[in-house]
């Protein structure tokens, strides 16, 4: 969801001064590849439920999709701090801003919706075993 919505955002991370969309181009690209496998794991699961491989490794590219989005979500809330002083003092537009404050929303639906699916997962293998 980053992609063009905040642009024009500049963030110090690190002591490195780059575009916020810069600071979370590995995160976000790491997060469509997971996405996409896990897409495929689940259409395998669709036709055999029971398949002890694919719910294994469902489980595992649930845990690193979630370990992902904190990340995300960590560099996200470290930049807060600095859009919010860019916003008060008229570098960057209330657009911008808001594209900003979404982005962080969106990023902590997304990680309680991973939460919920492992733990939904968890939970079912606990009622099968």
């Known amino acids: 969801m980053a992609g063009g919505k905040i642009k024009g955002i500049t963030i110090e991370i690190g002591g490195n001064t780059q575009p916020l969309q810069n600071a979370l181009k590995d995160v ?7 996405a996409t ?4 794991v689940e259409r395998l699961l669709k036709f ?4 002890v491989e694919a ?3 469902k489980q595992q590219l649930l ?4 370990e992902n ?4 979500l960590d560099k996200l809330k470290e930049a807060e701090q600095q859009v919010q002083a860019q916003f008060q003092n008229g570098k960057i537009s ?7 404050r979404r982005e962080i929303e969106f990023t902590q639906g ?3 919706g991973l939460k919920n699916k492992l733990g939904n997962m968890k939970a079912e293998q606990e009622n099968v075993a």
């Open 28 to 34: 976000n690209k790491q997060s469509d590849s997971l």
């Open 37 to 40: 496998e896990l897409k495929e």
């Open 48 to 51: 055999n439920p029971g398949n």
């Open 55 to 57: 719910l294994a490794q």
């Open 63 to 66: 845990t690193q999709q979630i």
């Open 69 to 72: 989005t904190t990340q995300k």
């Open 94 to 100: 209330e657009e911008q801003y808001r594209a900003f």
């Open 110 to 112: 997304s990680l309680d």
